[in-house]
């Protein structure tokens, strides 16, 4: 038993809305699905404050400690000793660029110059770095900032709920490693969240841009609820089962109550986009939705339409990083994308 444990690694994603779950066991070098969970937190639908954080509202230890040891004992978890995601929205990502220099000077560079990218004092930040690209005689270096308040939100949070925590990541920074496994070229990302989005530049398998915005799954079923003059609660119900397809009687059309949600989406990635190729001059070449507000019904077909780039959904297991058991399959579509950042955080060390 004591083997099988630690061939199961654990990531953890504490979301707005969810906490999900997933040990990896490692054979052979290939990693497959032993076990998942999701706990859904609803109550953000009738109370837009009621929610497990948000940008503006910090994780509270003693709330999250109690949904995740609900959640642990549910799925029966075996291994306690835990990877767990910060939010996108929690820390600063920036790229900085350095002249080539001995290894041992780096560490040093980094930190005397961190202050010009990182817009909060210093002392209250916990700093960490790594290459993603030497060449010309240049360093690039992927800056990583999270108020260490926060930090230690998680980590008591942690303790609270007997987890050993082996280690913290920014979910875009995990993500964007996840995919950049298999995706080389320039992609965006968008990870669509309950309370929040991420839009990410992918290139050359690494994070290079990013950017969080509030326009998420839990604005969807918000607005759906107002136009349909339905609950939340079965407006979120609707959502899932038939998203943009949903088909309603009357003069009410799905597509025209969410399509000014969805144009901030796109608006803000275009805007990403076209910053990354001021900057590189390199186009992107498609772009990849996951995260479990991605599993809205024809999401992809409306931004292939409307962004003239391949869109396409995505997830560890459609990627095939991940394997997992056939009986799973009627269901991994639509859990396999709210799975992507408490995978992604696995792989770090793998």
């Known amino acids: ?21 997933v040990e990896l066991r490692k054979k052979s070098n290939r990693m497959e699905l032993a076990n998942y969970g999701i706990l859904e937190k609803y109550g953000h639908l009738e109370r837009i404050n009621d929610a497990i954080q948000t940008n503006s509202f910090k994780l509270l230890e003693e709330s999250t400690a109690l949904l995740l040891k609900q959640l642990i004992e549910k799925a029966r978890t075996q291994n306690l000793s ?20 001995p ?10 110059q961190a202050g010009q990218y990182i817009p909060m004092p210093l002392h209250e930040m916990t700093l960490d770095w790594q290459i993603i690209e030497r060449e010309a005689g240049k360093i690039i270096i992927l800056l990583m900032a999270v108020p260490t308040d926060i930090i230690q939100r998680y980590i008591r949070s942690a303790e609270l709920s007997k987890i050993s925590l ?10 964007a490693r996840l995919f950049g496994k298999k995706e080389k070229g320039a992609l965006a990302l968008i990870d669509i969240g309950g309370r929040n989005t991420s839009i990410n530049i992918i290139d050359k398998g690494n994070l290079r841009l990013s950017r969080n915005i509030d326009t998420a799954g839990g604005d969807f079923t918000q607005v759906l609820s107002s136009g349909l003059g339905v609950s939340p609660m079965r407006a979120e119900q609707l959502k899932k ?6 088909q309603t009687r009357g003069e009410v059309k799905v597509l025209n109550l969410l399509m000014p949600l969805l144009d901030v989406i796109k608006r803000e990635t275009e805007k990403i986009i076209g910053n990354y190729y001021l900057r590189t001059k390199r186009q992107t070449e498609k ?20 962004m003239s780039l391949p869109v396409i959904k995505s997830d560890p297991f459609s990627l095939g990083l991940i394997s997992y058991d056939p009986s799973l399959l009627p269901i991994i579509k639509e859990i396999g994308p709210c799975l992507t950042s408490a995978c992604a955080v696995v792989f770090k060390d793998i």
């Open 166 to 175: 082996k280690g913290l990541e920014l979910e875009n920074v995990a993500v």
């Open 287 to 306: 772009i990849i939705l996951t995260g479990g507000g991605s599993n809205l019904q024809g999401l992809d077909e409306y931004y292939s339409q409307q």
């Open 103 to 112: 290894d041992k000077e780096i560490a040093k560079a980094v930190k005397y």
């Open 241 to 246: 089962a038939s998203g943009l397809n949903l």
């Open 1 to 21: 038993m004591r083997i099988f444990k630690q061939n199961l690694f654990l990531g953890i994603d504490i979301g707005t809305t969810s906490i999900k779950l």
């Open 82 to 101: 835990a990877f767990m995601t910060l939010p996108s929205f929690s820390g600063f990502t920036s790229l900085m660029e350095l002249p080539e220099m």
